[in-house]
């Protein structure tokens, strides 16, 4: 099992920046992600990346604004979030697929391994 550590969150004023690091560990991977909830809501997909060709996709809700990378010396992913707003309010979590390549995983359910979470908290 993939063991992933993150980093970066905190609290910053809507229109302003931050970015979030997951260092993995344990295990090889095929993709990684990030994923996050809101409070009263479902946990949903924000960006992924395919670990090996580095092809990328993101939600609809963060297009132009969120970018996920990786450096695959350092095993770790990172997603940086510009233009932040209220609604981006949430706990992140990075996540990880370990058993089974997919490509790009845009569904929250087919990670197999989850961080414990930061929270990135965007005041209006």
């Known amino acids: 099992q993939v063991h992933l550590v993150e980093s970066g969150g905190g609290l910053v004023q809507a229109g302003g920046s931050l970015r979030l690091s997951c260092a993995a560990s344990?295990?090889?991977?095929?993709?990684m992600g990030w994923l996050r909830q809101a409070p009263g809501k479902e946990r949903e997909f924000v960006a992924g990346i395919s670990w090996s060709a580095g092809s990328t996709a993101t939600a609809d809700s963060v297009k132009g604004r969120f970018t996920i990378s990786r450096d695959v010396a350092k095993n770790t992913v990172y997603l940086e979030m510009n233009s932040l707003k209220p609604e981006d309010t949430a706990i992140y979590y990075c996540?990880?697929?370990?058993?089974?390549?997919?490509?790009?995983?845009?569904?929250?359910?087919?990670?197999?391994?989850r961080g414990q979470g930061t929270q990135v908290t965007v005041s209006s």
């Open positions: 996540a990880a697929q370990a058993k089974t390549y997919y490509g790009i995983i845009n569904s929250p359910r087919m990670y197999d391994s």
């Open positions: 344990g295990s090889r991977f095929y993709a």
